[in-house]
């Protein structure tokens, strides 16, 4: 029965299940804590739109250049490169009032780009302004602002929220769907209704005005940078799948829409390609790798897994598809790593009960990604599920049992969480987690064959984004997701888009670097390539059908290794080679 | 009686006198003879918008980049500077669908500028264009617009009209004076108003549309240019008399309101000081002294008398305050160079009768400035006046008459003018005349005395602008606004401020060259220059007070050399040394 089909007839109640609330979101480690740590990132605090004070000489009879050549003069007096330094319509119109005003002392707001400057405003006074700066961190489905004092580099807010255009699907090939049904302008709306919302609060928490802020970074996946600036977004989702845009020029806040000075520069990181986009350039940026030797895994989990390879020398990436498992979509009680979320799972392999740990110590709302892989690593060791991903059926233990057509691991009783049903694991999730699985692991093993390498020859691997925060890597390596590699080399940076994009935010040099390595990336597409088949398809077993590559997992595991016999009863369920 | 002061009790009839009546521009000779002897000028076109037709690659899954980076490959194999090509977020968000409209055929639009180039627009398709562009001389009195093929530079329609300004006062400080009281952007729709209309009636006549024209130059004074930008005016007439802006970036034809394409370039010629302006440029480069070794007098003759001395090594310029005289401003009948006005005078010694010649053979209705000149140089020849510019008040001929207090010439009677008075050129006429040329004398030699120079070292004086149409240099010599010097080194150039906006429209080394030479010309003041009062006092004298300058004139005069008293005399009027 559907809410949106029934007729009402008298007077209703209307009950919204406590689940689909949305909730306040955790920012991790704001305070001082963070600011500090911050803070060390940039020594050298360098904005797009330079703020320089200065007093004019006054004009005589014997000295009667025009105003903007005595403006010139005395920013090349500042080291300012004039002769690149373009100005506007609208500064002209008003610099003669503007000069005058406070007996020729003036701030000139230069906005620096790579070929030409711009004279961007002109104001009387040559006393101190404040200089806000917003890095913003898009996210499909959360999206960040840090408000930050760029005397300092120091954060003065940090806020969070979802992203309202959840409301046109959850990834981001819904967004586009939703883009060419209704126009980019509409998904654009809601992004900028949820980032200028986040802007406003940060801006409200210290008292302070829109028009103080003068530098902003964006970081997002391509697509929601596409979004975001109203750009055409199609032939994103379409082979042979084109951005219009990967490196963006220098905007202003007020063509964009965002709630800051209008004059307020805007740097878009860049991304290399469709679905390797800004945020994790601006991610590698954080991390540094692409700066050192060590050969780097970097990877971020979600609806999409991007991988980056490589170091100093060379960098690859690639996308896979992994489909909303992970974030919980497709799961019967998946959910995001919100309050009441279950992240930890336990089994006792006698009685099969779990012990679970939820998000913020809540009673248990549902399952969320680093859950699932807990649950999964325990449903195999146990023995409840076998290595195709098939339930045990004759156990005789009420956690395990049949609802519906389907098998079930019964997580929690209705009467213990405020959902008031029971909280089950079913077959198809399984599936559907495996699939997930198999498709990042493949990613992995897919880029490191097309560079000639294998993991024996990768220092690190990295791991960043939301899924990371929660994620058990003892249990990822059990069910094959992450490779069976020394513990020691894994590496979580947290959000590592955001941090990417405070940095951009401050130096002039990150943001170049950005854009340099960005262009060197080269982008190894898995939509055609047929070793991503068959790295996919042998990765559709838990952990693996190769288990030479899991040995530690094979070590701690109870299961025997079974034969090719369930590989390919595991294959008859739909999948082939 | 002031008809704004008058009570209307009834009907009234209003009659609007004839001579008052705007008359339709001459324009001189336009058609194929202009089109040739302009087509010579240029002979290698290079606007600042071009449009570069490309054929793009198709995108592959092997070939990903994004649509921008597409289309900056092809600009490159064009040989475009792409890594200093800007783009805004207008043509991101177009891009998507532009190239794949006509099958990755496209034709880019791409102003070049001094130190970075911009995409203007992409449009699908790569065929053919028509392309015209506009030169267009903003005259304080009269603008004159020429619609230009720009694939051949042929001319192919020429329009004029009076500034519709003229509302506010006929010379720039009038202007500027409106400016003040009624606000900037009153006189610039005043300005667009007429340019507009005259812009409308050239693509209609050859049957263009707006969109096509995507290259505009625009040269006038600095008043002029600061007034159509609407740009501040007001301390262009206060000391020390400072423009805003000199050398202007290139604008696009939207932001400022022309009737072209919006994205069309607009160069605006850059002018020196408030009054030396993009005009006396404009000039300069079309008669290109400049670029060569004789020492050149350049002149334009109007309200303000505007000098440029120099050649290829030093160029020095100068202005000064003409006055409206030489206009017809502040002269009882005096008018401008337009339908009946008397442009040529004789007077029969015996009988001092005068033979007039009229501009376009009309009857006459008043007296322009070459007709004063010669009407002055005879009045001097004939005795009617003597050198200090008395009325003879005892010559008993009915031709000099006293008219109310003042002392006239009478030039026609009532009944041979359709003004239906007798047209007459009094005693103050006499010396706002004597005024205006002494002012523009002055300003020869105070210039030449600047550069340590006198007339003898000067190899050509270049006179342009519409006072030099009718002017007949002997008569000028014989009053003392022009040197006497050499009749061959005088030239007379016309409206050379409309060729040289059509050369810069046409090439980027003629507008890269008009910036340099405009960069290092050195501006004298002359408000604040005593050796400028003193030869403006000696020049207030017919032909001048020092008459061994103008042999010539004293070998052809019939009168006497007179002694200092009539000097003395003179500045007793209310001159003083």
Redesign the interface.
């Known amino acids: 029965m559907l809410a949106c089909q029934s007729k009402i007839t008298g007077d209703v109640s209307v009950q919204i299940p406590e689940e689909t609330l949305a909730r306040k979101l955790k920012i991790a480690g704001m305070g001082q804590a963070v600011t500090d740590r911050l803070n060390r990132l940039v020594t050298d605090i360098d904005p797009m739109l330079q703020e320089i004070p200065l007093t004019l000489e006054h004009?005589?009879?014997?000295?009667?250049?025009?105003?903007?050549?005595r403006l010139n003069r005395g920013l090349k007096k500042q080291g300012c490169d004039v002769?690149?330094?373009?100005?506007?319509?609208k500064v002209?119109?008003?610099?003669?009032?503007v000069v005058?005003r406070d007996n020729w002392n003036i701030t000139v707001s230069v906005v620096r780009?790579?070929?030409?400057n711009e004279i961007l405003e002109v104001r009387p006074g040559n006393g101190q302004h404040q200089s806000l700066g917003l890095a913003i961190d898009v996210g499909t489905t959360t999206i960040v602002v840090y408000l930050i004092d760029m005397s300092d580099g120091s954060v003065l807010a940090a806020t969070a929220g979802h992203n309202r255009q959840a409301d046109c699907g959850d990834d981001v090939i819904n967004r586009i769907v939703c883009a060419e049904k209704d126009g980019v302008k509409k998904l654009s709306r809601m992004a900028l209704a949820t980032i200028n919302d986040l802007i406003g609060e940060a801006l409200d928490s210290v008292d302070a005005k829109r028009e103080a802020v003068r530098n902003v970074v964006v970081s997002g996946n391509t697509t929601m940078a596409h979004l975001l600036?109203?750009?055409?977004p199609?032939?994103l989702r379409r082979?042979?799948?084109?951005?219009?845009?990967?490196?963006?020029?220098i905007?202003k806040a007020g063509?964009?829409g965002l709630k800051a000075n209008p004059m307020a520069a805007v740097f878009i990181m860049p991304g290399p390609?469709?679905y390797v986009g800004g945020d994790i350039v601006s991610g590698i940026l954080y991390t540094g790798f692409h700066r050192e030797d060590p050969v780097t895994l970097f990877i971020e989990i979600g609806t999409n897994g991007e991988i980056v390879l490589g170091n100093k020398e060379w960098l690859m990436t690639a996308a896979c598809s992994a489909g909303p498992a992970f974030e919980g979509g497709g799961i019967r009680w998946g959910m995001r790593a919100e309050e009441g979320a279950i992240e930890k799972v336990t089994i006792d392999p006698q009685t099969l009960v779990p012990d679970l740990s939820m998000v913020g110590d809540a009673p248990p709302r549902g399952i969320c990604g680093s859950g699932m892989i807990d649950l999964i690593a325990e449903l195999l060791k146990t023995g409840i599920v076998d290595r195709s991903g098939q339930f045990a059926t004759e156990l005789g233990n009420d956690q395990v049992r049949k609802q519906g057509d389907e098998w079930v691991y019964v997580l929690t009783v209705a009467d213990e969480t405020p959902v008031n049903e029971d909280i089950v694991f079913t077959a198809s999730d399984l599936k559907n987690l495996i699939y997930s699985k198999g498709a990042v692991y493949a990613g992995f093993t897919t880029l490191l064959g097309e560079a000639g390498m294998d993991f024996s020859m990768v220092d690190r691997i990295i791991i960043t984004g939301g899924f990371g925060q929660y994620l058990n890597i003892e249990k990822a390596v059990a069910i094959g997701l992450l490779p069976d590699m020394d513990r020691s080399k894994f590496a979580y940076m947290g959000n590592s888009s955001i941090v990417g994009a405070y940095m951009a935010l401050l130096s002039t040099t990150y943001r170049q670097e950005a854009r340099d390595f960005c262009d060197s990336m080269t982008?190894i597409?898995f939509?055609?390539n047929p070793r991503y088949m068959d790295e996919f398809t042998s990765a559709l077993f838990l952990p693996h059908t190769d288990l030479n590559a899991f040995p530690s997992a094979v070590a701690a595991a109870s299961w025997d290794i079974q034969s090719m016999e369930a590989v390919h009863r595991f294959n008859g369920l739909g999948f082939s080679a």
Not at 61 to 67: A, K
Not at 229 to 232: A, D, F, G, T
Not at 240 to 248: H, K, L
């Open positions: 004009p005589t009879l014997d000295d009667s250049v025009s105003d903007l050549d002769d690149r330094l373009n100005v506007g319509i002209m119109r008003q610099l003669a009032e005058r780009r790579k070929c030409a600036l109203q750009i055409e199609r032939y082979d042979p799948y084109i951005p219009t845009v990967s490196d963006f020029p905007l063509e964009i390609a469709s982008y597409d939509f055609s």
